[in-house]
């Protein structure tokens, strides 16, 4: 079957550093993504990867392993703003897409 | 620029009736998509389409029907409605399977 698996909740403090990390099993692979969804709002896109490494773009930076089927997003200089879930999803065919259930992050001041 | 919009915001319907979901986007992007989120359950996606005039299935297909006359529309149709799909439903809209998915603000439907 395919699967996703990320953290439930997560609970940092502002100006830290926390590490979402997300584990995948799909059928196939063009790339994973990350989206952000503040309570009662429409998820927005955070980054994508489809080779191995690190993408870095500002505070946000997401991690893929490809053969560990690993990803992780890193959230630096945390910010109350950055509450939020956060969607880890595979495209695992054509046009087929498989999100985890997300990780509700608290900021906490 | 809109972006992509749905409609409407919210609906109470009763079990049997049929409802259609509005969604329109104006970045003309060849792929559209339509989620439903249950708590715990994270998105799911229903339909899809990769250009006009052709849609596909996805992972929870059943109860639901799409059509892409053009590149800007995409409604979606429950023909008879179940207390079960009550949920929040998304479109969404990429330029191509790699790229990036923008989301329209939900539906909010509730089927008594």
């Known amino acids: 079957g395919q699967n996703i698996d990320q953290p439930t909740e997560m609970t940092a403090t502002e100006g830290a550093i926390v590490q979402i990390n997300c584990t995948y099993q799909?059928?196939?692979?063009?790339?994973l993504f990350w989206y952000q969804q503040h309570a009662g709002e429409a998820p927005t896109f955070l980054s994508y990867n489809v080779l191995d490494g690190l993408e870095e773009k500002g505070r946000f930076s997401s991690f893929l392993s490809r053969s560990k089927g690993y990803s992780y997003l890193l959230l630096k200089e945390l910010q109350m703003k950055d509450s939020a879930s956060y969607l880890c999803a595979v495209s695992s065919g054509t046009y087929k897409y498989i999100f985890g259930t997300g990780t509700r992050l608290k900021v906490l001041a | 620029t809109a972006g992509i919009t749905q409609a409407p915001t919210s609906q109470i319907l009763a079990a049997g009736r049929s409802m259609t979901l509005r969604c329109t986007q104006d970045?003309?992007?060849?792929?559209m998509y339509w989620y439903r989120q249950d708590l715990g359950l994270g998105l799911r996606l229903i339909h899809y389409s990769n250009t006009a005039g052709t849609t596909g299935k996805g992972e929870v297909p059943d109860g639901y029907s799409v059509s892409r006359a053009n590149t800007d529309d995409f409604p979606l149709t429950l023909a008879s409605a179940v207390p079960s799909q009550t949920s929040v439903y998304f479109c969404?809209?990429?330029?191509?399977?790699?790229?990036?998915?923008?989301f329209g603000p939900g539906t909010r439907l509730t089927v008594l």
């Open positions: 969404a809209s990429s330029a191509s399977e790699v790229n990036e998915q923008f």
């Open positions: 799909t059928s196939g692979f063009n790339g």
């Open positions: 970045m003309r992007h060849n792929a």
